[in-house]
């Protein structure tokens, strides 16, 4: 299994832009992603508004958690 990490933004809404969506890394563990997710909301800043950062489990083919 790997975990994928995505940032969501919503900051351009009110200017009639669609949201953002970013693939910001692909870890081998959840802690390796969760480690990363929060230096995503270190760099862009809390509180966590207009954007969200979350870590996707991704099964292979086949493969069963």
Known sequence: MQWLLFVIIIDGLSHG???????????????????????VVRAIGEPIVNYQAICVALEAQGERI
Not at 24 to 37: A, H, I, K, N, P
């Open 17 to 39: 832009m669609p949201p953002s969506l970013l693939l910001e890394g692909v870890y081998d563990t959840m802690e390796e992603c969760f480690e990363s997710r929060q230096g």
